[in-house]
């Protein structure tokens, strides 16, 4: 059914609530019942304020009152100015109100919906936190990093983003046992270098550590860690299919150097 337009903005809450979205701001209802002083607006009509209805002269004013006072907030205003500036701008009134008569009216289209961010659960991130630290994390020590980060005490599940940091978290508690942390957008910030872009929750490393397998080599459960910090996002399930793979064989530097050139020959041909 199509809307009428000087029925629909002539109700008390639908004006308001436009005025309120030209303006930018909320308004209050003693500001409100200024605004119909000045737009002439104020008489009883015997029913309640949220159930009044305005002429289409005084609906007009009301939406110019609030498109003056976005541009001057403070500025001294009359019945006399307010109507000088409806007049001089009329024109413009018309335009929006057929453009909006047209976006009401037509058929709205359907809004593509838009994913849900992913979600991980804690206890599966708190696992990758205590491989990284090689121990378990206490129960006070998680529930400070959870509020840390705003997290509520008894959530279970949170989104990529933030387990992605908590898991950062524990890397760089892993490399700075006694320092406190930096700041949210600082920890944000470390996470984006280069040798941590392949990484993810579960081959997630430090700094530290990765400088240890660089001048000591590391175990075959570690390799998936080590690679991703070359840049290849490689699965242990993978790396049985690559060749003679063990979790519990230590590589040497020199092997480890093979791995690599085995994963970019990999990359190359896919």
Not at 67 to 92: F, H, V
Not at 107 to 112: A, G, I, R, S, V
Not at 152 to 168: C, H, N, S, T
Request: a positive charge.
């Amino acid at each position: 059914m199509p809307v009428v337009l000087e029925d629909w903005i002539g109700q008390s809450i639908n004006l308001k609530t436009q005025c309120e979205k030209i303006r930018g701001a909320t308004i209050s209802e003693r500001t409100w019942r200024n605004w119909e002083r000045l737009a002439g607006a104020c008489y009883p009509q015997g029913k309640k304020v949220s159930d009044r209805t305005y002429t289409q002269e005084q609906s007009q004013l009301l939406l110019c009152l609030a498109w003056y006072r976005k541009g001057a907030p403070r500025e001294k205003i009359t019945y006399r100015s307010l109507r000088n500036y409806w007049q001089s701008n009329e024109y413009k009134v018309e335009e929006v109100f057929d453009a909006f008569c047209e976006t009401i009216n037509s058929p709205q289209e359907k809004q593509p919906d838009t994913p849900a961010p992913k979600l991980i659960a804690l206890s599966s991130v708190k696992r990758s936190c205590d491989e990284i630290m090689n121990r378990c994390i206490s129960r006070n020590c998680w529930a400070s990093w959870k509020q840390f980060l705003g997290i509520p005490k008894y959530e279970r599940y949170v989104e990529e983003g933030k387990a992605a940091i908590l898991v950062y978290m524990a890397c760089w508690r892993h490399d700075h046992p006694t320092q406190r942390f930096p700041s949210i957008n600082r920890l944000m910030l470390l996470m984006r270098a280069s040798s941590r872009r392949a990484m993810s929750i579960e081959t997630a490393s430090s700094a530290s550590m990765w400088h240890v397998w660089r001048m000591r080599g590391c175990k075959g459960k570690d390799l998936p860690k080590y690679l991703a910090a070359y840049g290849y996002k490689v699965s242990s399930r993978t790396l049985y299919k690559w060749g003679e793979f063990s979790k519990r064989k230590h590589y040497s530097v020199s092997e480890l150097s093979n791995w690599i050139k085995l994963a970019s020959t990999h990359r190359r041909c896919a």
